[in-house]
């Protein structure tokens, strides 16, 4: 099984927003955010993560494409399972509802 983080947002820099204040510490890898201490060094350890650096790593948006693409290499890599998890909890409802009616039929027509 696969994970990847994905920020929904019909306004796409909003999506970028909401990543880079909740999620950029995601860029860092497992094993640097292993070692951390505690919640402060997560700060300190990703306070040169830009938002472009979060647009390039994390889908964001509403455009399926960009989904879709995101997705790629874990479906090359065979992955059979691929959990999207979305940022923000505020948005969660959005999400489902963008995926069940645009993204699910987009990652079918990609991926069979």
Not at 9 to 25: G, K, L, N, V
Not at 58 to 82: H, M, N, S
Request: charged content about 25%.
């Amino acid at each position: 099984m696969g994970q990847l983080p994905v920020c929904h947002d019909p306004d796409r820099d909003t999506a970028i927003e909401r990543a880079h204040s909740q999620f950029r510490w995601f860029g860092n890898g497992w094993k640097v955010n292993s070692e951390l201490p505690h919640p402060d060094s997560f700060e300190s350890a990703t306070r040169f993560v830009t938002r472009d650096d979060i647009a390039e790593s994390i889908p964001c948006g509403d455009d399926p494409d960009d989904f879709v693409e995101a997705v790629r290499p874990y479906a090359q890599a065979g992955f059979t399972e691929i959990a999207l998890v979305q940022i923000g909890g505020e948005s969660q409802p959005e999400f489902l509802d963008w995926s069940a009616k645009t993204l699910l039929p987009a990652l079918r027509d990609a991926f069979g």
